[in-house]
């Protein structure tokens, strides 16, 4: 599985932005997929995932009631919606897969990355 993360950019802090991680290859319906995302001297952070086969989500606190996550199977893409941002959410975001069919925040069991998409949130 290939992942490939799109859609990052400059924005004003209020405002939104949507994510896209376009992926390749098979992707089974018990696979997770997440975003993460990452500052300089900072761990990875989890974000939010999705169950690739419907229902499931799990979105972290810091960003829930604005961050979205979704999927369009059609196109094999995972979307992360971000609104009223804040400049603590500016960071390099990183998609992400497991094919291990946890709904998790833990770094280790997503087997799949996707190159990053920066993000950059101004007061």
């Known amino acids: 599985v290939q992942l490939q993360a799109s859609g990052g950019g400059l924005v004003q802090a209020g405002g939104s932005l949507r994510l896209s991680c376009a992926a390749s290859?098979?992707?089974?319906?018990?696979?997770?997929m997440g975003w993460f995302r990452q500052t300089p001297g900072k761990e990875r952070e989890f974000v939010a995932a999705?169950?690739?086969?419907?229902?499931?989500?799990y979105v972290a606190d810091s960003v829930k009631g604005r961050g979205t996550i979704s999927t369009d199977k059609a196109k094999n893409t995972v979307y992360l919606q971000m609104n009223s941002l804040k400049p603590e959410d500016a960071a390099v975001y990183y998609c992400?897969?497991?094919?291990?069919?946890?709904?998790?925040?833990?770094?280790?069991?997503?087997?799949?990355w996707g190159q990053g998409t920066l993000v950059t949130v101004s007061s």
């Open positions: 992400a897969g497991s094919p291990y069919g946890i709904l998790s925040p833990t770094l280790g069991v997503y087997a799949y």
């Open positions: 290859g098979r992707i089974f319906s018990n696979y997770i």
């Open positions: 999705i169950r690739w086969g419907g229902g499931s989500t």
